[in-house]
């Protein structure tokens, strides 16, 4: 029950953030459709419902979505020097990577950070063994460690920190 509590309260805030000024009438549309997704999906969302109340997470939170979007900005300017030059020879390949994330959510966040970076795509996880195949368009090393700290090494102490 604390879970389904939790994304309720989650989903709130979010829905009167993207709704400010709220009126009743916008609020209370977001009562009910919070507490439709809490009651679908409340279980399966939120394992651990009291690690919500750590504020420190959410200082990290802001710390990873900027991270995040630098990264993204870096990737997509690498991209257009990539296909803006005929002669460079692209170094395709699937890489390996090991992680320690333990948690489903932080995994999948891991996981979609690699993809949200162009030039990378997730391609498969293998969570009981802790590894994540990503496709790359330039494979700098095949090297399990050195792949990691290069692809996932910068999201990955950001994520341990918020969600383990």
Request: proline content about 2%; overall charge positive; aromatic content about 10%.
């Given at each position: 029950?604390?879970?389904?509590?939790?994304?309720?309260?989650?989903?709130?805030?979010?829905?009167?953030?993207?709704?400010?000024?709220?009126?009743?009438?916008?609020?209370?549309?977001?009562?009910?459709?919070?507490?439709?997704?809490?009651?679908?999906?409340?279980?399966?969302?939120?394992?651990?419902?009291?690690?919500?109340?750590?504020?420190?997470?959410?200082?990290?939170?802001?710390?990873?979505?900027?991270?995040?979007?630098?990264?993204?900005?870096?990737?997509?300017?690498?991209?257009?020097?990539?296909?803006?030059?005929?002669n460079l020879p692209l170094n395709t390949g699937i890489l390996k990577i090991k992680t320690k994330m333990?948690?489903?959510?932080?995994?999948?966040?891991?996981?979609?950070?690699?993809?949200?970076?162009?030039?990378?795509?997730?391609?498969?996880?293998?969570?009981?063994?802790?590894?994540?195949?990503?496709?790359?368009?330039?494979?700098?090393?095949?090297?399990?460690?050195?792949?990691?700290?290069?692809?996932?090494?910068?999201?990955?102490?950001?994520?341990?920190?918020?969600?383990?």
């Amino acid at each position: 029950m604390k879970s389904k509590i939790v994304l309720f309260i989650f989903c709130m805030l979010i829905w009167i953030g993207m709704n400010w000024p709220v009126d009743s009438c916008w609020f209370w549309a977001g009562v009910i459709a919070s507490m439709s997704v809490a009651m679908v999906i409340g279980n399966i969302f939120v394992h651990r419902p009291h690690i919500a109340a750590h504020v420190k997470r959410y200082v990290w939170l802001g710390y990873y979505l900027l991270a995040l979007v630098v990264e993204v900005i870096r990737a997509n300017i690498d991209i257009v020097y990539r296909v803006s030059l005929i002669n460079l020879p692209l170094n395709t390949g699937i890489l390996k990577i090991k992680t320690k994330m333990k948690s489903e959510i932080g995994l999948s966040l891991l996981a979609n950070s690699i993809t949200f970076s162009p030039g990378t795509s997730t391609v498969d996880i293998d969570a009981d063994k802790g590894y994540i195949y990503v496709h790359c368009l330039d494979v700098e090393s095949q090297n399990i460690k050195a792949a990691t700290e290069l692809i996932a090494g910068k999201f990955e102490k950001i994520l341990k920190k918020i969600f383990e």
